[in-house]
């Protein structure tokens, strides 16, 4: 497997966050994580992607020790994210934003290949490339901050809350836009709290409460789940 945790746990001082959460992603799988808020899914993430310290347990990524790899340079292994809540740049152009993700060596030469790339794949975005990124709305920010971690070149794609905030039409176009990167072979892992659509676009996910992964298994099976269907789909 590409992405291994073991045993993982996080804390914010004395007040722990995640408990030995041990997950899974392999090559090119799409992997969701599910459960309510404050259940610590974006500690999780922002874990794997080296903003946050693990107190114990393990992460990989293809053999390397992101436990120990400095916050900066997790990227260079492979590994970008898509922060809840986009954090862009917002007196900055559309492009200029994009380039911020193309920052590492293969990357940055790579660039005009990768701009071709996320403009096939957001139109709009090029029609707007000069147009500073706090005026657009918020679906557009959302393709801006989507397009800047492809910029990266990832394999594997860490994507918070992508939907969160957008209306539905644009939340259809972002999972069609997240279908065909995985398409393309980048592996996936997706904290969302649209959890029909996660299910639905995902191989396998986990379950988390309070810090605590406490199910897993095929996306189908646990959106057959009771508990499932009661907590978190709004079924009998």
């Known amino acids: 497997m590409p992405l291994e945790a073991r045993g993982l746990s996080v804390a914010y001082g004395d007040a722990p966050a995640i408990?030995?959460?041990?997950?899974?992603?392999?090559?090119?799988?799409?992997?969701?994580?599910?459960?309510?808020?404050?259940a610590g899914k974006t500690t999780l993430v922002n874990t794997i992607a080296g903003l946050q310290r693990a107190r114990a347990g393990t992460l990989a990524f293809d053999g390397v020790d992101l436990a120990r790899t400095?916050?900066?340079l997790v990227c260079r292994h492979g590994v970008a994210l898509v922060p809840e809540g986009r954090r862009l740049?917002?007196?900055?152009?559309?492009?200029?934003?994009?380039?911020?993700?193309?920052?590492?060596?293969d990357a940055r030469r790579r660039r005009a290949e990768s701009l071709a790339r996320v403009y096939g794949l957001f139109p709009?975005?090029?029609?707007?490339?000069?147009?500073?990124?706090g005026s657009l709305s918020g679906g557009q920010q959302q393709m801006v901050a989507l397009g800047r971690a492809l910029m990266a070149r990832p394999r594997l794609?860490?994507?918070d809350e992508p939907s969160?905030?957008?209306?539905p039409a644009v939340v259809d176009h972002m999972f069609e836009i997240i279908r065909a990167i995985h398409a393309e072979g980048v592996a996936i892992l997706l904290v969302e709290q649209n959890v029909a659509r996660a299910l639905e676009i995902a191989r396998r996910a986990y379950v988390l409460e309070?810090?605590?992964i406490v199910a897993e298994g095929p996306a189908t099976a646990l959106r057959d789940d009771p508990r499932i269907r009661r907590a978190y789909l709004g079924l009998s």
């Open 164 to 167: 969160l905030g957008l209306a």
């Open 210 to 212: 309070e810090g605590r």
């Open 89 to 105: 740049f917002a007196r900055m152009s559309v492009e200029e934003n994009l380039e911020m993700g193309a920052y590492r060596g």
């Open 124 to 133: 709009i975005l090029a029609a707007r490339r000069r147009q500073l990124a």
């Open 19 to 38: 408990w030995e959460a041990s997950l899974d992603v392999g090559d090119g799988e799409v992997v969701a994580v599910i459960g309510p808020n404050g």
């Open 157 to 159: 794609l860490l994507l």
């Open 70 to 72: 400095s916050s900066h």
